[in-house]
């Protein structure tokens, strides 16, 4: 079983930054895809961003593109969200997520097989 501990989250203003940090325990994870999704109060969860096992492919939403960072840390079992130029519409929980397949593309929250409990970012206009 891997557990996974999103901190990092806060409070800031538009045009401001923060960095995600989820740490996995259990067992290793550096041969599971990790990713991020986050939902909007009112809104349906989405997904964020996706780093493979090797951190040599990622991919990301469209609306988060050129802003945010996926990163990974295998030595450390941790894997990061840098997000930079944070808009009001990013205010959400953030959720960790790790996948033992690479899904390209294509993630669905209910394909993971291990989720985060999810840390609040909360940006202000």
């Known amino acids: 079983q891997v557990q996974l501990g999103e901190s990092g989250g806060g409070l800031v203003q538009a045009g401001g930054s923060l960095r995600l940090s989820c740490a996995a325990s259990?067992?290793?994870?550096?041969?599971?895809?990790m990713g991020w999704f986050r939902q909007a109060s009112g809104k349906e969860r989405e997904f964020v961003a996706g780093?493979?096992?090797?951190?040599?492919?990622?991919v990301y939403v469209d609306s988060v593109k050129g802003r945010f960072t996926i990163s990974r840390d295998n030595a450390k079992n941790t894997v990061y969200l840098q997000m930079n130029s944070l808009k009001p519409e990013d205010t959400a929980v953030y959720y960790c997520?790790?996948?033992?397949?690479?899904?390209?593309?294509?993630?669905?929250?209910?394909?993971?097989?291990?989720w985060g409990k999810g840390t609040q970012v909360t940006v202000s206009s």
């Open positions: 997520v790790a996948e033992r397949y690479w899904r390209g593309e294509y993630w669905t929250w209910d394909g993971m097989d291990y």
């Open positions: 259990g067992r290793a994870v550096n041969n599971y895809a």
């Open positions: 780093i493979h096992w090797t951190g040599g492919l990622t």
